[in-house]
């Protein structure tokens, strides 16, 4: 280990290994998993997940991958452990039914002493305290020392995927650093002499609901080395982050910040690497096409890109700098990962905007801090302090700094409940990948074929009940009035996918009807979601499934409007706008698309007008089925991220529009009939979305707008194409009248304030005001103060109170520059006066406001100003 050896040269060793040994070497599948019950990829089996659970078949039987993985579950540790991170390469060997235990272990040990070149007297490794087979093949075989192999509990070396199911022991390899303090005694606990390095899963067992475990008929191999820590261990370095795969992104951090990673405090330290961690996760999460949002992916994301910029913002940077630290992350990935520099552009902009619109946040946050402490009696709870730090990115400290300075203190303990709730859940989401999640249909088709899909030529067959469930349980039949879901061998109902709506229609059969309201795909296998209105249905029935006709054709004339929109936005608009999600239903389409800003009316019209121009040019559709290679070549459009087979379908209408798409489509773009953009909005950073209507539903949608302007017209009394000038002109008529009564209420808390002026105390060579002001409002009682102050002139001070409505108390003190001299501050005692109403505030030396919430306090808060203006001016 004495010659350097990269990151990339790890990563390539092992895969190089396995691929000698048989193994099909696979790229990472996307941070988006094809499993639902799982929210980002965060572990490299889980791609492998169904053929793990026999739902899918291998196509070979050794595979080799480095898998992109995301984990959140322990953020608060990057940074401040030496392993820790939420994004990390997992390299992996897997058997899918071939090698098991011997050889695992084998080429385990091989790839650790002989590739990477480690001592054996620096690995020890760990067994499952009840697997005597993986004990006995690592001292008899492997020939490891008795001593170096230590027997643990189910918790840490048996692997599970759920309460049932597939499961097995495991065997660790650790890396010792400090192999001279000897054999005895080895404490694998102990983070400062060992780090786990490589996973070995044994996965040869079921176990049932009572706990039984039965051996598989086909064991898997399912291995992870951490490509993160063996980097630490082949480079000697002291943590993760100071290795090639972080440590530049650690530095240009530290260069934007001027600092110097190993001469800053701990803390600063600490925000280098969260830096060095986060931006990797961020880079390959945006090149995966997750974008930021506050659900879900998409809150996760925004989640890791707002710990940048805080971390950032404690290092002192104050400028921009995300692109920056991102350009090194990309630059240290795009060799394994081609698509972060491809969409690298997209990838900065996401990021820019995100970290403009945090500092906009954090702006927000400040004043609902403000607002937080007009309120709070004393004591910020924890609660709301957590919302300012989860929410806003506000840290503890600067909100008990900030509270500091208003005599207020925050819960702490509170604050740190509410941080353990959200690590508790965040645990619970990511503790395991559950295999078993796949519900009471998965069970009930086992053995079942995949349902024959006839409905791109037919709209009526007949079939067979494979799979009956009746209002949520197995059933052999079900009678009128039950709720059901069926799986038939075949159907002509399309199924939910592609952003396209199920087809509805009905089952029929003897004196039987079903109405079928929706149909979801699973694993191949169509179900069927609908309600018995006559008659019983049994499994094995044969009946006529038949597709609403009309429903179809409304569906078909909006998927295919929507193969339209997208061409005419690639034409007009910019021709890298890419799909980033769609709904296509009975009454409308929706299409999101990645784009940086808002269409413009002339641009919105020019893609309706091309659209509708290709309706009218009448485009028959060739529908053709072809591998994905010569579909890429003829330029046919994929959505990305989604995943396709070897052989795709390919939708081609008339060469203006081709895309790989496995839904429904019309024969001919005439049959679309008309388009109508109905909406352009944005639905998050760098994402747009048009929603439209197409076919019969323009009509529809027409005759409602006519109706509306009909109704508007004889309100007004004025033509339809009169109306928005109408509305113009009484816009204005409203935004003048209110401009009348707030100047009217201005004049009279103007002329009510006069009448003190007699009542102005003399204390020394100064002049005060202190009084109520009934029902003004605060910019009354501004203006009030304003006045009265020109009028007192230098040597004046004002405090004036007003409750204009229940539950709420306004305050205003306006002080002369002589008063100011004095040492007397209008913040300060305004503050001061508003906590007697149990509210806050406060502002500049020579004028302040605040608030309150207990009127019936207002007299005696207005004492408290006398008596703090008396002492200060006397």
Known sequence: MTTFISGSDIR????????????KQLPSASLVPEDPTVLLTIAGMLP???????????????????QKCIRTNDIENVGRTARHHTFFEMLGNFSFGDYFKNQAIAYGWEVTTKVFGIDPKNVV????????????????????????I??????????????????????ELYYDFKPELGDENIDLEDDSRFIEFYNLVFMQYNRDADGNLTPLQNQNIDTGLGLERMAQILQGKPNNYETDLIFPIVETAASIAQVDYFKVTEENRVSLKVIGDHVRAVVHMIADGITPSNEGRGYVLRRLIRRVVRHGRLLGISGLFTTQVAETAIALSETQYPNVRERADFIKG????????????????????DEILVGAVGQIPGEQAFILYDTYGFPLELTQEIAEEKGITVDVEGFEAEMKKQRDRAKAAHKKIDLTAQGLLTELSKGVA????????????????????ADGAAADRAEAGAVVQIILDKT????????????RGYLSGDNLLIRIEDVQKKDGLFVHVGSVERGVVSKGDRVTAQIDRVSRRRAQANHSATHLLQSALKNLVDENIGQAGSQVTFDRLRFDFNYNQALTPVQLQQVEDQVNTWVAEAYGADVAEMAIAEARTKGATAMFGEKYGDVVRVVDFGGVSMELCGGTHVANTAEIGLFKIISETGVAAGVRRIEAVAGPAVLEYLNVRDAVVKDLSDRFKVKPEEIGDRITAMQQEIKDSQKQVAQLKAQLAVAGAAQLLAQAEAIDSFKAIVAELPNADADSLKSAAEDLLQRLGGSGAVVLG????????????????DVVKKGLQAGKVVGAVAKVCGGGGGGKPNFAQAGGRDASQLAAALVEAQNLVRSGLG
């Open 12 to 23: 390539q060793k092992f895969l190089g290994f396995f691929e000698s040994q048989g193994h």
């Open 48 to 66: 492998f997940k169904p053929i793990f659970l026999g739902q899918r078949p291998a196509e070979v039987p050794r595979a080799t991958t480095s």
């Open 125 to 148: 490794v760990s067994v499952f305290e009840e697997d005597d087979e993986a004990f006995a093949i690592w001292r008899d075989e492997v020939k490891v020392n008795p001593k170096r």
């Open 150 to 171: 230590i027997r643990m509990g189910a918790a840490d070396n048996f692997w599970v995927s759920g309460p049932t199911g597939p499961c097995g022991p495991c065997s």
């Open 350 to 369: 996401e990021l820019q905007r995100e970290e403009e619109r945090f500092r906009e946040t954090l702006e927000r946050g400040e004043k609902l801090l």
């Open 450 to 469: 995949e349902t024959d899909f006839q409905g791109y030529t037919e709209a009526q067959t007949p079939a067979i009940v494979e799979v009956l469930l």
């Open 492 to 503: 002509p109902f399309y199924a939910e996918s592609g952003g396209q709506i199920g087809d």
């Open 802 to 817: 007003a409750s204009p409505e229940a539950g709420k108390v306004n305050f205003v003190a306006a002080f002369g520059p």
